[in-house]
């Protein structure tokens, strides 16, 4: 048997684990220094409170937990067992049915699949215990049955930060300042990309289809790439009407080049294109009848732009306002927030989101605690591990290890080198004995291997006269000391 | 819907977390000082990698996780549909049977149960990229459909150390003294019990029960509760022949407590009860047929005890031989070691073992790595949390959180603040701007829950006047300050 594991999962090396730290720790650190406190929820979750919230694509990639004990017992029942022998006998019904009507009676309970739900989940759970305004972070594994793919795993980590009992956009300001500072720490060149679930549904009610949102920001986001007439195809393909199509029209300016002059930083642009935006609405001519959505999303997005402006960030040409983001999940309402590398200032393909979130005013809702608005951001850690890797930005200096070796010549010498091993970690210096009285080239290939600088050999000669022999693996150096000076030569 | 999480698993609160991670950090620093490196594995493994590794009873509390997409698939084919069809359908056909036969057709993926297992299939898989004896810590979560009860969970933090391709001893001590570092920092009183399996299976096959090692020790380690004559009323009810029985009464005497005059410290005791042991074997009349595994077991016992008695820990009423020491998993066939709370030294009812390890030498070749030995310990966190809960023992500086909150006076003051914020930050000051303009004392209410000890006041005429109101929560004296010392204030 050649062991394996999933497709999509990963072990990770010590080396690997060591990179790993480094951004959780980096993120970890700015989320505390803004007053974010640490959570974490179990991995799995009842079904129900998962299922729905991630629209039909994210409910399939719903990892399922298999009842435990006799999971086939619903089917012992008489009327159940032929239920199901009448699902599987019958001719021509669509497998999907039969798993949809099975899986709920053998599975309650499932991994989860983000960060937010189960945190939405939690703040009603535990309302009572929390102070409101509640600012916490959870770094934890999510998993989903997605194919797997370069980049794309089916366990990973997300790092979410979320503010819940507050709708004011000072929330929204503090999370991109947090993206801000763990993408400068990181070296990482960054572009945050804002836009606002209330003008996209504002467009799309515009249009006369409320519920194609997604649809609509995915066909605008394509204009730069296939032109307004490749854009106006694919929409009749998913049979979006003449008439719908003719009245997007304006809108696709907004993604069209010609809207980025380079005089304008991103942020004048953006304004500008708010400013545009709420002229639309105003004219009479395009019989606008429920402007207010998109009145509101615009209001949000400048208030949130010059806010970040007056701060002054060193991020004048990393934020901008792009209409056609929309971001997969049902729960957003409000802001949406997504980071890219900035392709332009490295040499790096990657175009995938390192982090991304946004504002949700009814998620709580739904578990029984209405009227409480959060927004909250996610980074991608194992995206940004990619990213770091491929533009070489891990520091050289983050690979701890032992400091010191002691070699191992037997019996009593071993004995005796317990005892200096003890002394060496009271003096909080990492150390080992190696186990086995191995060839010594051997031991010394070991600390070699492990990059272990420093490696001491104490044989019976050593024993007697009290003398060591230190060597310095970096340098090559050996030199004799007694064995009382050790740990300041090492220290 | 009221929310609720799956019986047995947990939510974890910030005050938890801190406490959580003081252990987890404990624990850590003590592996990383003794040259231990981390590595992670997925949450999921392949079926066959656990199955069978932990006994009937393991197996069976393995949480599966259903294929995702089709998992009826298998069953479309018309034999195995009929199959499926007759299993059902039979009469009298027992429910885990059938159970059995569809498990693995409709779930191919299994939650790890331990981190032991999984890592001896990280070894093999990566064995060409691994510097041996590989020394490594693990700090993840486990799950197991266990009964939910006090104390015991159906997901739980394990923290494992291993090291793997040494056969050396001198890794059993130094795990001992890990241990003893770690509970002493702790400030757990604990006792560390040992014994080896050679000893337990030397027994068995001696009494011609070779594979009943578990269900001896079981009734052995009853003797001081239920005398002598329960012991073998419970060894009769389990099908041990009178004759069986009454082999085994030689070693009952090691769990008398005649054995354990005070004079002695449990080390004396410990080498005393070896020699003890030793003698049986070498005793003609009792015609030990095979006893060099006995012996073995002993040897590597009173070697390990005089290491560490050597050492001079301090420990030495913490450290005892136990020959009815058993430890249920499958893979163990050298020395085990359990470790629980001294209820004689404090006020604790707590039985169960807050750590457990010991030596596998056949883990890896079940995965097609044979002849590399391996021995390791674990440490039970949510036992520990317990534990220290219960003692009171957890220090009481450990609650961080924010240190300055910003009270919000409005539109005006707070985008003033979001600049004062930005500067606390960059001096390294964890701090917060209250989101919403609410009423003064429920933002000052805030800061009291949170536990931040100093609020900064700025409104309209302090931002005319360059001096702001700092009032520190703990004393509650209230200071005017000019804004520019306010870093120096604080810090």
């Given amino acids: 048997m050649k062991p394996s594991i999933p497709k999509g999962s990963r072990d990770f090396s010590p080396q690997e684990?060591?990179?790993?730290?480094?951004?959780?720790?980096?993120?970890?650190?700015?989320?505390?220094?803004?007053?974010?406190?640490?959570?974490?929820?179990?991995?799995?979750?009842?079904?129900?409170?998962?299922?729905?919230?991630?629209?039909?694509?994210?409910?399939?990639?719903?990892f399922k937990i298999l009842n435990s004990g006799d999971f086939l017992l619903p089917f012992q029942n008489p009327l159940d067992k032929a239920f199901l022998d009448w699902k599987i006998q019958g001719q021509g019904i669509d497998k999907v049915g039969i798993y949809r009507e099975m899986a709920p009676l053998i599975s309650e309970k499932a991994l989860r699949y983000d960060l937010t739900v189960p945190f939405?989940?939690?703040?009603?759970?535990?309302?009572?215990?929390?102070?409101?305004?509640?600012?916490?972070?959870?770094?934890?594994?999510?998993?989903?049955?997605?194919?797997?793919?370069?980049?794309?795993?089916?366990?990973?980590?997300?790092?979410?930060a979320d503010v819940i009992g507050s709708d004011s956009l000072l929330n929204e300001v503090e999370l991109i300042q947090i993206i801000d500072e763990v993408f400068t720490t990181l070296g990482v060149p960054f572009i945050i990309k804002l836009n606002n679930r209330k003008i996209l549904q504002g467009v799309a009610e515009f249009i006369?289809?409320?519920?194609?949102?997604?649809?609509?920001?995915?066909?605008?986001?394509?204009?730069?790439?296939?032109?307004?007439?490749?854009?106006?195809?694919?929409?009749?393909?998913?049979?979006?009407?003449e008439e719908q199509i003719e009245k997007l029209d304006d809108f696709l300016l907004l993604k069209k080049p010609a809207q980025n002059p380079k005089s304008m930083d991103s942020y004048e642009l953006a304004i500008a294109d708010l400013k545009w935006l709420r002229d639309r609405i105003t004219d009479d001519s395009l019989e606008f009848s429920?402007?207010?959505?998109?009145?509101?999303?615009?209001?949000?997005?400048?208030?949130?732009?010059?806010?970040?402006?007056?701060?002054n960030l060193d991020l004048s040409q990393k934020i901008e306002f792009d209409v056609s983001l929309a971001r997969g999940l049902n729960y957003y309402t409000g802001t949406i927030i997504e980071v890219k590398v900035d392709v332009s200032k490295c040499k790096?393909?990657?175009?995938?989101?390192?982090?991304?979130?946004?504002?949700?005013?009814?998620?709580?809702?739904?578990?029984?605690?209405?009227?409480?608005?959060?927004?909250?951001?996610?980074?991608?850690?194992d995206r940004i591990y990619d990213v770091l890797e491929e533009l070489n930005l891990f520091p050289n200096d983050?690979?701890?290890?032992?400091?010191?070796?002691?070699?191992?010549?037997?019996?009593?010498?071993?004995?005796?080198?317990?005892?200096?091993?003890?002394?060496?970690h009271k003096a909080g210096i990492s150390a080992e004995l190696y186990p086995d009285a191995k060839k010594i080239n051997k031991q010394f290939?070991?600390?070699?291997?492990?990059?272990?600088?420093?490696?001491?050999?104490?044989?019976?000669?050593?024993?007697?006269?009290?003398?060591?022999?230190?060597?310095?693996?970096?340098?090559?150096?050996?030199?004799?000391?007694?064995?009382?000076?050790?740990?300041?030569?090492?220290?």
């Fill in 348 to 381: 790096s393909e990657f175009t995938s989101s390192i982090c991304g979130g946004g504002r949700y005013d009814n998620l709580t809702g739904i578990f029984g605690l209405p009227d409480v608005s959060g927004v909250g951001v996610s980074f991608g850690a």
């Fill in 120 to 160: 939405a989940r939690y703040v009603v759970q535990h309302r009572n215990d929390i102070t409101f305004p509640f600012k916490r972070y959870q770094i934890q594994p999510v998993w989903r049955a997605d194919r797997p793919q370069k980049g794309r795993y089916r366990e990973f980590y997300q790092c979410d």
């Fill in 445 to 491: 290939e070991y600390a070699d291997k492990r990059n272990i600088p420093y490696v001491v050999s104490i044989g019976e000669k050593e024993m007697e006269s009290g003398r060591v022999a230190l060597k310095n693996l970096l340098t090559k150096e050996q030199i004799e000391i007694p064995l009382s000076d050790l740990i300041t030569h090492i220290k």
């Fill in 208 to 241: 006369g289809a409320p519920d194609r949102m997604i649809d609509i920001a995915t066909a605008i986001d394509k204009v730069e790439k296939i032109n307004v007439s490749g854009v106006y195809k694919e929409l009749q393909d998913k049979g979006f009407t």
């Fill in 17 to 62: 684990m060591v990179k790993r730290n480094y951004i959780f720790d980096t993120i970890r650190k700015v989320y505390q220094s803004y007053g974010y406190q640490p959570i974490e929820t179990p991995a799995m979750e009842n079904s129900e409170t998962l299922m729905g919230k991630y629209g039909d694509e994210g409910d399939r990639l719903i």
């Fill in 290 to 311: 429920q402007p207010e959505s998109i009145d509101k999303g615009a209001n949000q997005l400048e208030y949130i732009f010059k806010s970040i402006r007056a701060l």
């Fill in 398 to 424: 983050i690979v701890a290890s032992t400091k010191v070796l002691l070699i191992n010549f037997g019996e009593k010498e071993s004995q005796f080198c317990l005892k200096v091993l003890k002394d060496l």
